[in-house]
């Protein structure tokens, strides 16, 4: 292998909108041939995060170790988040504090800009620390209004996916005002985010916890009420969150074709009943995080084709 093919294998994996087993693959080769040839941190820790995206979380772990040996970045960070949510097995709140602390004074407003969020969510939560609302009410307001001002910032990430944490951040904001009693803010904060994220999947598909947020974005809309009021003027694929709660049907056009996803109650073949199982194209998925992941048409992600569905209707019954 040579420089130029690797190079060329890593770049055909990330423009790639949905690649494939041979795709990875060659990221891979591609990967781990630069790794021992130049022993760049920034490739370890891009190699930790295809593994992430894989749920490889021991192959992940290595390589982020291997690039904090740099003090790299976002392996500081990355490192937290694996002790914090116990990717390898064990939680370690303790050890998540002291990464997110050391990526808090990095020279680097994305992966600083992570850490606090996550700092803010221990004292939210009391996790190693004292349980604190105040504070976490505080860098929650503070860290929102540096995201939606990049122009302050003095560094730029070198991967679009790997940006501010506008979303994580707008959902905790407007959990905030929706608990204040200013629904109209909360419920400007999650269009805002819901736009913002639905941009970001549509960009990167296979990062599994955009899903996650938009799921708790979309719930948190329908449990205030904003959804439907006026905010927003149709459904999208997102809305599937919520529809799935209970038995439906949902209809959408893509071009000329007319397309059909059913929440049913399924029965397994023992007798046990599984409640709102999703059919959308003859195959089953249990949750709608599952369909969102990997549900496709025409060989694309229902995620990137989510502003091209047209006339989405739900009809519960």
């Known amino acids: 292998m040579t420089d130029a093919e690797a190079k060329r294998f890593i770049n055909d994996y990330y423009y790639s909108p949905n690649p494939g087993e041979e795709e990875r693959f060659l990221f891979e080769e591609g990967m781990l041939y630069l790794i021992g040839k130049y022993h760049n941190p920034a490739y370890m820790s891009d190699l930790a995060f295809f593994y992430l995206e894989q749920r490889r979380h021991d192959l992940e772990l ?10 790299y970045p976002t392996a500081v960070e990355e490192l937290g988040f694996i002790w914090y949510y116990g990717q390898t097995g064990v939680v370690d709140y303790e050890k998540a504090y002291g ?9 680097d407003d994305v992966v600083r800009s992570w850490s606090e ?21 505080k860098m929650i307001e503070t860290l929102y209004a540096y995201c939606t001002n990049p122009g302050k910032m003095k560094s730029v990430y070198h991967y679009p996916e790997r940006c501010l944490p506008h979303s994580e951040v707008g959902v905790r904001l407007a959990r905030i005002r929706a608990e204040e009693g200013r629904v109209d803010e909360a419920a400007a904060l999650l269009h805002d985010t819901r736009i913002r994220l639905g941009e970001a ?6 990062w ?6 938009m799921d708790q974005v979309v719930t948190l809309e329908y449990k205030i009420g904003a959804a439907g009021a006026g905010v927003r003027t149709k459904l999208d694929i997102y809305d599937i969150f919520w529809m799935c709660e209970r038995e439906c049907t949902v209809a959408f056009l893509y071009g000329r074709r007319r397309f059909l996803i059913e929440v049913v109650a399924d029965e397994t073949s023992d007798g046990e009943v599984i409640k709102n199982v999703i059919k959308f194209d003859g195959k089953w998925f249990r949750t709608a995080r599952e369909l969102l992941e990997k549900a496709e048409i025409d060989g694309k992600k229902l995620t990137v084709l ?3 569905m047209q006339d989405m209707e739900v009809n519960y019954g």
């Open 306 to 308: 989510y502003d091209a």
């Open 99 to 107: 990464y997110f602390l050391r990526g808090q004074e990095l020279d």
């Open 201 to 206: 999947i549509r960009n990167n598909p296979t």
């Open 62 to 71: 290595k390589y982020l170790e291997m690039a904090a040996e740099y003090n």
């Open 117 to 137: 969020c996550k700092l803010a969510d221990m004292y939210h939560r009391g996790y190693y620390v004292e349980k604190d609302e105040a504070r976490y009410k």
């Open 208 to 213: 599994w916890g955009n899903i996650e947020v």
